[in-house]
């Protein structure tokens, strides 16, 4: 093991999260948004556990949205890994009914843990 990478306890963990959200409008006003993130620190949840989300998309069209929620609790993956799934809906401050839905999943590494 190098210094750069530590084991972690099985409930210290984040995830990358990446996707695009659905296009919104129409022929020439269509567009859609990407973002990137990494998530929370895993929170307890019945026999599972969730991650808390927030990202700011890339900017179109000359604006950008927001999200903060959480994902699903973990769907097993095989080897002792794990998914998250999140759906949602970005917001964008002055229009509320500019907005874009989402679903994703985040990935399954964890860049900065040895498994």
Request: glycine share 8%.
């Given at each position: 093991?190098d210094n750069n990478h530590k084991p972690c306890k099985p409930k ?27 998530t929370g620190d895993a929170i307890p949840y019945e026999d599972s ?24 609790p973990a769907k097993d993956v095989g080897c002792g890994r794990h ?33």
């Amino acid at each position: 093991m190098d210094n750069n990478h530590k084991p972690c306890k099985p409930k210290q963990h984040n995830h990358e999260l990446q996707g695009s959200v659905k296009i919104f409008g129409c022929c020439d006003y269509a567009h859609n948004h990407r973002f990137a993130t990494v998530t929370g620190d895993a929170i307890p949840y019945e026999d599972s556990h969730v991650h808390d989300v927030k990202f700011t998309t890339d900017s179109c069209n000359g604006h950008r949205h927001e999200f903060c929620g959480t994902t699903g609790p973990a769907k097993d993956v095989g080897c002792g890994r794990h998914v998250h799934l999140i759906k949602g809906c970005t917001t964008e401050n002055g229009n509320p009914l500019h907005k874009h839905e989402f679903t994703a999943a985040t990935l399954i590494e964890d860049p900065v843990c040895e498994y």
